[in-house]
């Protein structure tokens, strides 16, 4: 169904401004689409905002009795400073001084559009309850009208919504058409949100409860009560992303709470690194199913909340689904690789919990070659968390593109040591000697409080930031394979593969070569290798740091 604007009752809002600023208007010749409020302060010009640009519509200045004019023609104004115009879905809210007077108000443009909620069809269909997030005028109370109405008309459901400012349904006592066939229950005063919630399930047996602006914790255990109660819940919520409400101390119950676990050694050794305090979800989300506004023409939607969530706090691979709003009647879909490293995520939740926790690793993903990790970036379709097949056409990150190099400025970090297991594990990447040539920063952790004026100027740039906790072969290893989604080389597989890169440079150059550092067995190992190769080695360093070196053609050196 095309998208198609059915009520918008422009001419009821335009009614109660001054008739000058009417007559203006009209000259204008505006396409009403394009309207989004009136913004009226006193002592200013008063505008009409379009979605593009601001338009003045009197060259008079705004006085009290304009004010007053348009405040005697709307409804009665709530503890909100929320007023309605019967029949119509506008609102009309008012700014006071110290005393109480009316000095501004914002007279915002309502609508019903059909077939707004068509992009996400399937998933209100499927009975799965949904939270939609959006920063104010991204569509969110437009696009939960129209679920109203197609869950009442459409799939006949039994519908209730719980109206605080009357926004969904409409001022006045009956509904607006735009909600089809569903109830509205109103709210007499914002705090009692919670109660009405409430109420709507033990007194009106809803199969739906619809919301608008979940903001408080009262609110939030409400709809985990609802929802626990078998219900679906169909709300908007304060934030963008998803993030938001993880480290919304308020809201994160709505996707299930963050709390700090601490592990046994054992397990915390099992789950690699050793690290005992970690943060998990504490239970199942309130929504099964998130949708972003980035705009009014794309949506970002996670449908596995639980999924989501405990990917974001591990450091996993998370990919939600980007849909798009196009002329044609079925929305595009693509898939939005989140190659997510939510540090920030996981360390303010951390704060929050009161814990200390590592920032999670880089993302592990397809192993095997070069070719093979690069190829399913031109794979015609992708498999979502239901196991659904759907078309999935987009352009690779620029890290994944198998003929560039990925740029990494190394901070306190071993640039030789470095540069050897590039080359060693075959990794598009390269050293650089500063941080504004760089993609990323890989630093030794604590490196950025003794250097502190260099990070802030790399935090400040946007420059994504990698820690490792010691400055070892090893630990630089497992970040590169777990950056790149490199093939998983074994210790003892990288010595091996590295002494017979080293015997065939010695051999073509008849240069000393340094191996990296390792354990006695493999040091041995080494040695063997070198020895068989009719080469001489020497260990050289301390026990922690030992190393083989290559540096001529002797009998076998003994080992210490």
Not at 267 to 287: H, S, Y
Not at 518 to 540: F, W, Y
Request: proline share 4%; with cysteine.
């Amino acid at each position: 169904m095309q998208e198609k604007i059915t009520a918008d009752n422009l001419q009821e809002l335009l009614a109660v401004l001054p008739s000058s600023w009417q007559e203006r208007y009209k000259k204008l010749d505006i396409n009403s689409d394009d309207v989004i409020e009136f913004v009226v302060d006193l002592g200013r010009k008063p505008l009409v905002r379009l979605r593009e640009n601001n338009i003045v519509i009197s060259s008079e200045l705004v006085t009290y009795d304009d004010l007053d004019y348009i405040t005697d023609r709307v409804g009665d104004f709530g503890e909100d400073n929320r007023a309605g115009i019967d029949a119509t879905l506008h609102r009309i809210s008012v700014m006071r001084n110290r005393r109480g007077r009316v000095v501004g108000l914002t007279a915002r443009v309502g609508r019903a559009i059909y077939g707004y909620a068509e992009i996400i069809r399937d998933i209100i269909k499927s009975g799965r309850s949904i939270l939609l997030l959006g920063k104010p005028g991204v569509g969110k109370t437009t696009i939960l009208r129209e679920i109203a109405r197609v869950l009442s008309d459409e799939f006949f459901k039994r519908v209730v919504i719980v109206d605080t400012s009357n926004e969904i349904a409409g001022d006045g006592d009956i509904p607006h058409a735009g909600v089809g066939s569903a109830r509205r229950l109103q709210v007499a005063s914002t705090h009692l949100q919670h109660n009405v919630m409430i109420e709507a399930v033990e007194n009106h047996t809803p199969e739906v409860v619809i919301i608008d602006e979940i903001g408080t914790e009262a609110e939030a255990y409400a709809a985990r009560t609802i929802a626990e109660r078998g219900v679906m819940l169909v709300a908007t919520a304060h934030g963008i992303k998803l993030e938001n409400l993880m480290r919304n101390p308020t809201l994160s119950d709505l996707v299930g709470g963050i709390e700090s676990v601490t592990l046994s050694d054992e397990v915390a050794f099992k789950r690699g690194g050793g690290q005992k305090a970690i943060l998990e979800r504490k239970a199942p989300p309130t929504f099964d199913v998130v949708i972003e506004l980035r705009d009014r023409n794309n949506l970002v939607i996670h449908k596995n909340v639980a999924n989501a969530v405990d990917a974001m706090l591990r450091g996993s691979e998370y990919s939600p689904l980007l849909r798009t709003r196009e002329a044609s009647d079925e929305p595009s879909e693509v898939a939005e690789v989140i190659s997510q490293r939510p540090t920030e995520i996981v360390q303010r939740s951390a704060e929050m919990a009161g814990v200390e926790v590592e920032p999670p690793r880089p993302l592990r993903g397809l192993q095997g070659s070069l070719e093979e990790r690069f190829a399913h970036l031109r794979r015609d379709h992708y498999k979502d968390e239901d196991g659904e097949i759907t078309l999935a056409e987009f352009e690779p990150e620029t890290r994944f593109q198998a003929n560039k190099k990925v740029a990494i400025f190394p901070a306190s970090i071993s640039t030789s040591r470095l540069d050897k297991l590039i080359k060693l594990l075959c990794l598009p990447a390269r050293i650089v000697d500063s941080w504004q040539e760089a993609e990323i920063c890989l630093a030794l952790k604590g490196a950025d409080k003794k250097d502190v004026s260099l990070f802030t100027t790399i935090y400040r740039n946007n420059l994504p930031v990698y820690f490792i906790k010691e400055n070892n072969w090893l630990k630089m290893k497992n970040f590169l394979e777990d950056y790149f989604s490199s093939s998983v080389l074994t210790e003892n597989e990288l010595a091996r593969i590295e002494v017979e890169e080293a015997i065939k440079l010695f051999k073509s150059s008849g240069k000393p070569c340094n191996l990296l550092p390792q354990n006695k067995a493999l040091r041995r190992m080494q040695v063997a290798m070198i020895t068989d190769a009719g080469l001489r080695s020497i260990c050289l360093g301390s026990e922690k740091d030992c190393y083989v070196r290559i540096y001529g053609n002797s009998p076998r050196e003994r080992i210490v």
